[in-house]
Nanobody, 114 residues
Framework: QVQLVESGGGLVQPGGSLRLSCAASGIICSTYAMNWYRQAPGNEREFVAGITRGGSTNYADSVKGRFTISRDNAKNTVYLQMNSLKPEDTAVYLC????????WGQGTQVTVSS
């Protein structure tokens, strides 16, 4: 059974940082394209960042230069380092694994507010 478990969300002030984790079981992260998405209330789910099986990364324009996605193969975990957070980054952040099939985690809430 595949499980993606996100953690690391919380309340942070504008300009602050958080690191999200996505711990995978039932799959090997390095053999999947791993992605982070986010969904704010009333908005559609949107792509944030992704890392390919080969380690290439890509980002939404809105987070380029502020967010960094990485993968620890030994821990079978994907991370999203988020710096210079803005109120508009407030959302539920979800981990996604894609190859032939697609798997989703339950999400972790990130709230950026003073």
């Amino acid at each position: 059974q595949v499980q993606l478990v996100e953690s690391g969300g919380g309340l942070v002030q504008p300009g602050g940082s958080l690191r999200l984790s996505c711990a995978a079981s039932g799959i090997i992260c390095s053999t999947y394209a791993m992605n982070w998405y986010r969904q704010a209330p009333g908005n559609e789910r949107e792509f944030v960042a992704g890392i390919t099986r080969g380690g290439s990364t890509n980002y939404a324009d809105s987070v380029k230069g502020r967010f960094t996605i990485s993968r620890d193969n030994a821990k079978n975990t994907v991370y999203l380092q988020m710096n210079s957070l803005k109120p508009e980054d407030t959302a539920v952040y979800l981990c996604n694994a894609r190859r032939v099939g697609t798997f989703w985690g339950q999400g972790t809430q990130v709230t950026v507010s003073s």
